[in-house]
């Protein structure tokens, strides 16, 4: 059986003994200063008794005291029509209490009741009108506590909330991009090589598959990823034919490593554009994935472009870097970046910083071809 304080449930022999340990420590007090005074001296067992007739009646008010200071309550700035409606409810209980504390006593005393009325209200009454004011203040102390835990969880729940559909929203604008610029493609090639479009669709399909089953998640593994890379990269090999060639160089203790889903893809996709999409001649793109320390390092590589002066992944690279970078910081914060940089003699290498940790695989998971 429990004791309700407000929203907190208390055990009865818990909540009995509290109050009978208050009741305890009253008596002694009440025999120390009849001692020090001279007064009469009563057995310990009177003492307490006396506490426990007037700390029970509290003890059984306390529930009804919480629940009119959560009906009544006074909220800051402090409010004249809150305080109006508690000091009549103080005096009231109060008096309440004295009037149960008198007609127990009768039970035990010799005197009658109005005696006792009379000794309750001249020895306890301010102590009562106390005791009623300090179990308003730790139920209002309570419930400012409970109001505070419960306003910090939904703020951290929409936080949270926010900080997912922002990541729903990068992916959802990266989706249609990829799509469209692949559609292009394919539809370049109807005239030319039907069968190549046929292959180029059919690769798309299960791509597009990849993309609704891992939607929901925003972290896959890379080995997972460099699956759904080589989708991409057999359609844009044969857009390209001949002029596009592709090498992966995997660690494989990184294969596990949990990463963005289709974190690569926009990166590949930019380095083509910026590659052989835009200039004559062949390109090689090689995708390297190494661990140092607690970073996993990604390189995406191309031999067939240059970075101009000044440019960087948020300037003049396409929707793919900006929105690669933005996911990196809604997941990981400062614990990951990404970066162009030259390369000798000529190219471009897009260079991501991941923090490593692994991730669970199917035990059927995929195997990925490296050079």
């Known amino acids: 059986m429990k004791v309700r304080l407000g929203n907190t449930d208390i055990g009865l022999a818990r909540y009995i003994g509290l109050w009978t340990a208050v009741a305890t420590m009253f008596g002694v007090q009440e025999m120390l200063r009849d001692i020090v005074d001279n007064h009469h001296v009563w057995s310990l067992w009177d003492y307490i008794r006396w506490g426990m007739i007037q700390w029970y009646t509290w003890a059984g008010l306390a ?134 479009a046929e292959d180029m669709l059919m690769r ?27 989708l991409y990269l057999g359609i844009q090999r044969m857009r390209f034919k001949d002029r596009l060639t592709t090498q992966i160089y995997v660690s494989p203790d990184t294969l596990r490593s949990a990463v963005p889903s289709l974190i690569l893809q926009p990166i590949v996709e930019n380095a083509i554009r910026h590659g052989i999409g835009e200039r004559v001649g062949s390109d090689c793109i090689e995708i390297e994935s190494r661990r140092e320390g607690d970073s996993l390092r990604i390189d995406v590589r191309n031999r067939n472009s240059t970075l101009e002066h000044g440019a960087t992944t948020s300037s003049g690279h396409g929707i793919g870097l900006s929105n690669t ?30 923090p490593f940790r692994e991730i669970e695989e199917p035990d059927d998971a995929p195997e990925v071809a490296t050079a």
């Open 204 to 230: 798309l399909s299960e791509l597009l598959r990849a993309f609704l089953e891992d939607y929901d998640g925003q972290e896959i593994s890379l080995r997972r990823e460099l699956v759904l890379l080589d």
């Open 325 to 354: 970078m933005l996911r990196l910081r809604e997941l990981y914060g400062e614990a990951a970046d990404i970066r162009l940089d030259m390369i000798w003699p000529q190219g471009v290498v897009c260079r991501l910083r991941l």
């Open 63 to 196: 529930p009804w005291v919480f629940r009119l200071a959560e009906k009544y309550p006074i909220r800051a700035p402090l409010r004249l029509r809150g305080l109006g409606r508690q000091l009549p409810l103080s005096l009231g209980v109060t008096l309440l209490s004295m009037v149960i504390g008198a007609f127990v006593s009768t039970l035990f005393e010799p005197s009658g009741f109005m005696q006792q009325l009379g000794y309750f209200i001249g020895q306890h009454f301010a102590t009562g009108l106390f005791t009623y004011w300090a179990l308003f203040a730790i139920q209002q102390a309570m419930a400012f506590h409970q109001e505070k835990a419960r306003r910090e969880l939904e703020t951290s729940r929409l936080t949270a909330e926010l900080a997912q559909s922002r990541l729903l929203a990068l992916k959802s604008q990266l989706q249609p991009h990829f799509l469209f610029n692949t559609l292009h493609a394919i539809a370049t090639l109807l005239d030319e090589d039907a069968l190549s």
